[in-house]
Nanobody
Framework: QVQLVESGGGLVQAGGSLGLSCAAS????????MGWFRQAPGKEREFVAA???????TYKDSAKGRFTISRDNAKNTVYLQMNSLTPEDTAVYYC??????????????WGQGTQVTVSS
């Protein structure tokens, strides 16, 4: 069983930056593909970025060039640095984990989510 705890959400003005963190329990973090997803009010949850177990990084098109996913396997933590934020980035952001899979998952474990609000 893997437990995921996100942190770092908050309120930021358009054009600003925010960094999210997701700490995972367990001892096999390096074998997991870690993903970030988001869900805006009234919309379905969508993929944002992933860092796979084999060091491949994948991004949603609108996140390319603005968001950076990274991981520290020694700290069992994955990060999402978000720059040039727009109001359209406002959502609850979720961390997810899946062992030995591509960015497409399926993801077996999910965090509780952290709110990101971008004001115009």
């Amino acid at each position: 069983q893997v437990q995921l705890v996100e942190s770092g959400g908050g309120l930021v003005q358009a054009g600003g930056s925010l960094g999210l963190s997701c700490a995972a329990s367990g001892h096999t973090f390096s074998t997991y593909t870690m993903g970030w997803f988001r869900q805006a009010p009234g919309k379905e949850r969508e993929f944002v970025a992933a860092s796979s177990w084999n060091k491949i990084k994948t991004y949603k098109d609108s996140a390319k060039g603005r968001f950076t996913i990274s991981r520290d396997n020694a700290k069992n933590t994955v990060y999402l640095q978000m720059n040039s934020l727009t109001p359209e980035d406002t959502a609850v952001y979720y961390c997810a984990a899946a062992r030995y899979t591509t960015y497409a998952g399926p993801y077996d474990y999910w965090g509780q989510g952290t709110q990101v609000t971008v004001s115009s």
